[in-house]
């Protein structure tokens, strides 16, 4: 996989390349708009990632660019600025997804993925494993280590999701809007308190715990 | 910038168009009285002269070439104005002729009668009197038709100039507010009640209107730096800490899990406080929708399902009529979300939180009730403050934002919060929205 970091901030240009390297792409790193282009133009990049605010041409306008010349290449954009006026804007020139700044890496890891995933067209798996847990998305029925476990809706739609990042760390953030479609952040512990259910009933009993918790940073099944 | 160059060619083109108008009209009117003046008065000349050459005919008949030329001379004596006459016989001498020299036709106006034996009586009058009279007319209506053309210019021109002068006095007032940023300046307002004055008062009223958005934009900036203080010092505090210690990776990574944690913090703090300025200052764009406030609720309590059974605390929906808001959908379940955790967090195990929606006249009401601790009379009032929190609040987690979010929000829709409370026993929360 290789990914085309277009982006002036030395900082989180730097951040975000070493985290994709480290999660096993290929990155090219280019610091203003114009090199942007260049770059997405002259190499098969699966995924580019476009800051808004770019010397030279802004991300806007590289994006535009390399709709105009037929690059289909999904495109996540990276901005500070946070309205759903921005947001639209940026969709609307041919961005696939867009993320405000701060963000967790874990997010921006997640999305990237996504969009490689729904470039590449992977087929759906019906059943999803990790070590003796299984989770099968047709009936709906959860084991581990072959025991029937039973779970309420919504401790499946966050199992379905953590299994589907299995290995990578997710946020709460990303939970809640996974798992409630709920985008703004509720200042109780909503998320905290529907983990410790599920941990409740998929790792108690068992001797290997799975679902770990990765301080200041969100939840992982490994 | 634009009126300024606008104003002066429009003002001079608007005082041309008058003067011109002004002076086509008095120039006709001059040319008419002229016109008429010369007509009547050579109507005039023809007719004397026609009379005297009926007389002098009459007089030729009774006593000839003789007693006309007697005429003739007495009259030449005594008449006020003398008059040129000539008869000619029919072998084309002149038998009458009043004076010799004179007779210069192209100075006359001159009538002529053949008798019944082929004489010829011509009677010529002086037109020099009449032509001079005209001259002096002339020159007259000239000055006239000059002192016309001045009045119209200068009329016009101040005319112009005090239609103009309005707005010329907003452009200046525009420009100085660009060049200046400040926009407590105010266009003064004319004494009339025209369209102009009504440019101006409306042109003041968008003033009041910018000035209000921009101070409550100032403010709003003002509070983030102050309230974001607080945070930041957090933030540094355990790294500074950790950097200061002697080497010790577990140390460290908690420093950073503390660093992260409270960034997090920081960004959903600086988000609500954003939040409410823009919806306090009137900039926060609500995309409205009808909304059926039972979706609102149902979605509040879904979300917080776990936590209240966690807790042990009972969370339900009282049935009632629905009522429909023109709303954001987002926003409305913000506001349900944030009073339920509100109720939650405050409320003990075995607790109940009730949540119910009706209508109050042209009001929908969406209420929240708790079994919980209460909030003490004095501190009713300040809940909604932004970062206040209670002596019991103090022991939860929770930024003192939710409740201020609420109140902004709704007042932003149109509506209401209230409150009420009894130490001990509970609190009722109460969103009022038009409906």
Redesign the interface.
Known sequence: MRALIIEDDQTIADFVARGLREAGFAVDVTADGEQGIQAALAGQHDVALVDLMLPKRDGLAVIDELRRRGRTTPVLILSAR????DRVRGLQAGGDDYLTK?FAFAELLARVQALVRRASRTAEPTTLTLADLTLDLLSRHVTRAGTIIDLRP?EFALLEYLLRNAGKVVSKTMILSHV?E?????????VD??V??LRDKIDRPFEKKLLQTV???GYVLR | MQLAHMSRPFGLRLALWYATLFVVGAISIVYLTYALTAASLAQRDRQIIQSKLGEYSAVYDQGGVRALAGTVEAEQRTAPERLFVRVVGRSSEALVLSSAEGWEPSTLEIGSLQLADGTLVQVGKSTEARQDLLARFRATLGLITLSIVVVALTGGWLATRSAVQPIRRLGEVVRRIIATGQTDERVPVGRHDDAISELTQLFNAMLDRIEGLVRGMRGALDNVSHDLRTPLARLRGPAEIALAGPPDLGRYREALADCVEETDRVLVMLDTLMDISEAESGALALRREKVPLSDVVERAVDLYREVAEAKGIALAIEPSADVVVNGDRVRLQQVAANLLDNAVKYTPAGGRVVVDVARQGDRALLRVRDTGVGIPPDELPRIWDRLFRGDKSRAERGLGLGLSLVKAVVEAHGGAVSVTSEPGRGSTFVVSLPA
């Open positions: 946070r309205s759903v006026d701060p919504r409630w709920y985008n703004f952040d509720p200042q109780t512990n909503i308190v529907l410790s259910r301080r200041g940073v």
